[in-house]
C-alpha cells in the first residue's frame, strides 16, 4: 500500500501544525511520499508566507528595500524550525533568495519558495528525503504542464527512493527556469506525485474535515459529503468550491486513483472520498453546493432568430474574438443570453457590444450585471423528480428573484443565477430544502 499525502498551508502554519502533520504521517508506513505547501495562515488575520513572498518581490521590482518583508518570512520560517527543536538553518536558502530576488529571477520563482522553504524543514523534520520539484515536475517552452514528460521523469526517480517530500506548487521550464501553478496549485503537485507512484490512495490533507455540502463560510456546520464522483467534484470546485484546485482530479482521475480529503485537526474524521463512480447513495437527493459572484448577462433578442443559421455562431465569435470565455448561453426562441466574467468583459463592453451589433443585427441587446451563479449538483438528481421545483420554490419562500435556470445536459447539475446581493441567501435556501429538510 502506498499513499501520496498532501498538507494544505493551514496545516503547516506552525510547528504545533507541522507536529500534527508528523503524527499523520508517522501514524501509517504506508504514507511514504509527502507534498507540502506554503505556511499559510495561523489565525484569520494572518498573511499566507505566498502572499508575503509577492509582495516582497513586487518591491524588489520597484527598486526598493525589501529586507523588512523578507526578514518577516524568514521568521516565520524560523519560528517553525525552533518549536520543532531541529538543527536546521535555511541561512544559505535566504542568502540565495535574496541574491535572486535582487537578480529579478521572476514571480514564479519568487512565490515557489514558500513550498521550497517549507519542504526543506519537512524532510529534515521527517527524516524523508527531499526532491526539489523544479527537477521532476515539467513544463513546456510555452508554459503549459507537461504530463507525460513530468509522469515519465517523476515515476523513474521516485521508484528509487522510498520516501520523499516534494514541494507542491512549482516546476520548471525545460531552460530550469521556475513555473508554479495557479493558487492553490500543490492540489495538482499531490495528484502527479500520486500518479507516478500508482498510488492506492492521495490523500489531501487540510483544515475542514473534507468535502463539504456547502462553503461553510456561508452554511454554519455544513455536513461533509461522505462519498463524491469526481464529475460532480469538478462542477463543485469549478463554480467555487475552493477545497480543492480545480486541476487536481485530472492526474489521479487518469490513473484511477481515488482522493481522500482529511481533517489535519481531526484526523479521526473519514473526510470525504473522490471515486470515479460509486453505488453508494448520497444522504440527499444533491450532492453539493457552490457558486461565484461577478457575472455579466448579455441578451440579444432578435424576432426570427430561431430561423437565422449560424446566428449562435456568430454571437460566440465575437466573444471569441475579444479572448472572452463564456459560462453559460440558456437561450430562448428569439433571445440568446450569454453569461461571461465581469471583470473580463467590462473593458472591452462597447467594443463587443458593437461588434455584437455589427454581427448579428439584433432587435435589441440588453445588459445585466452583479449576477450570481449558483450550482446544485449531484448524481442523484438525475433519477429524482422535481429538484428543479424545489429549487424555485426554497428561492420564491426566500423571496429571491430567479434571474436564470438552466439544467446542464448531463442531469448533474442546476445552475442558477441571481443578484450577486442574495448569493448567500440563495446558497441557505437551497441548503436548507435539501439538506436539512430531507433529514
Ligand atoms: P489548504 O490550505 O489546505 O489547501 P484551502 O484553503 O485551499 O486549504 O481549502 C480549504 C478551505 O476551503 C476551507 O477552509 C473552506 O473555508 C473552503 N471551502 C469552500 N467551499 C468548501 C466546501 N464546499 N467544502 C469544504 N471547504 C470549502
Ligand atoms: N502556496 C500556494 C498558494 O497559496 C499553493 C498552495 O497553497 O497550494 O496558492
Ligand atoms: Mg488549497
Same mark, same amino acid.
Not at 524523508?128 to 521532476?136: G, N, P, R, T
Not at 492526474?251 to 453508494?280: F, M, Q, S, W
Given at each position: ?245 480545480? *486541476? &487536481? ?5 487518469? =490513473?484511477?486513483?481515488? %482522493? +481522500? #480529503? @482529511? ?124 429538484? *428543479? &421545483? ?5 428561492? =420564491?419562500?426566500?423571496? %429571491? +428573484? #430567479? @434571474? ?36
Amino acid at each position: 500500500m502506498v499513499k501520496v499525502v498532501k498538507f494544505g498551508g493551514s496545516s503547516l502554519a506552525s510547528a504545533d501544525q507541522f507536529k500534527k502533520v508528523g503524527k499523520i504521517i508517522k501514524a501509517e508506513d504506508s504514507r511514504r511520499y509527502v507534498v507540502p505547501s506554503a505556511p499559510g495562515k495561523r489565525d484569520s488575520k494572518d498573511t499566507k508566507v505566498t502572499d508575503m513572498l509577492y509582495k516582497c518581490y513586487g518591491e524588489a521590482k520597484e527598486g526598493k528595500n525589501f529586507d523588512k518583508t523578507l526578514k518577516a518570512i524568514k521568521e516565520r520560517y524560523n519560528e517553525i524550525i525552533k518549536g520543532l527543536g531541529l538543527k536546521l538553518s535555511l541561512e544559505e536558502q535566504f542568502k540565495e533568495i535574496k541574491k535572486n530576488f535582487e537578480d529579478l529571477a521572476g514571480e514564479d520563482y519568487a512565490a515557489s519558495r514558500g513550498e521550497f522553504l517549507n519542504a526543506i524543514i519537512m524532510s529534515n523534520y521527517l527524516g524523508y528525503e527531499f526532491i526539489d520539484a523544479a527537477s521532476v515536475i515539467c513544463f513546456d517552452k510555452e508554459g503549459n504542464f507537461d504530463g507525460e514528460k513530468t509522469n515519465d521523469v517523476l515515476s523513474k526517480k521516485l521508484a528509487k527512493v522510498e520516501r520523499a517530500v516534494i514541494p507542491g506548487f512549482y516546476g520548471a521550464y525545460p531552460n530550469g527556469k521556475i513555473k508554479t501553478f495557479s493558487r492553490g496549485g500543490s492540489d495538482v503537485t499531490g495528484s502527479i506525485v500520486a500518479r507516478a507512484v500508482s498510488a492506492d490512495v492521495y490523500e489531501n490533507w487540510t483544515d475542514v474535515s473534507g468535502f463539504l455540502v456547502a462553503d461553510p463560510r456561508i452554511i454554519k456546520n455544513p455536513e461533509a459529503i461522505n462519498v463524491i464522483t469526481y464529475r460532480e467534484l469538478r462542477e463543485l470546485s469549478y463554480m467555487g468550491a475552493s477545497v480543492l484546485h480545480e *486541476s &487536481a482530479t485530472f492526474p489521479v482521475r487518469k =490513473a484511477g486513483i481515488p %482522493i +481522500n #480529503i @482529511k481533517n489535519t485537526n481531526a484526523p479521526e474524521d473519514k473526510g470525504t472520498l473522490i471515486v470515479e463512480t460509486t453505488c453508494n447513495k448520497p444522504d440527499s437527493t444533491i450532492t453539493g453546493i457552490a457558486g461565484k459572484k461577478g457575472f455579466v448577462s448579455i441578451s440579444i433578442d432578435k424576432d426570427m432568430m430561431n430561423s437565422e443559421i449560424g446566428f449562435g455562431r456568430k454571437v460566440l465569435q465575437v466573444f471569441e474574438d475579444n479572448g472572452i470565455s463564456f459560462e453559460h448561453m440558456p437561450s430562448g426562441i428569439d433571445t440568446m443570453t450569454v453569461f461571461v466574467h465581469q471583470d473580463e468583459f467590462v473593458e472591452k463592453e462597447q467594443k463587443v457590444l458593437a461588434e455584437l451589433r455589427r454581427a448579428t443585427e439584433p432587435d435589441s441587446i440588453e445588459l445585466e450585471s452583479d449576477l450570481a451563479l449558483i450550482a446544485v449538483v449531484g448524481r442523484g438528481m438525475k433519477n429524482a423528480v422535481g429538484v *428543479s &421545483a424545489k429549487v424555485i420554490k426554497a428561492l =420564491a419562500d426566500a423571496r %429571491i +428573484n #430567479i @434571474k436564470m435556470i438552466d439544467q446542464g445536459s448531463s442531469e448533474l447539475n442546476i445552475i442558477i443565477g441571481v443578484r450577486n446581493r442574495y448569493f448567500e441567501d440563495a446558497i441557505r435556501a437551497i441548503y436548507n430544502a435539501f439538506i436539512s429538510e430531507e433529514k
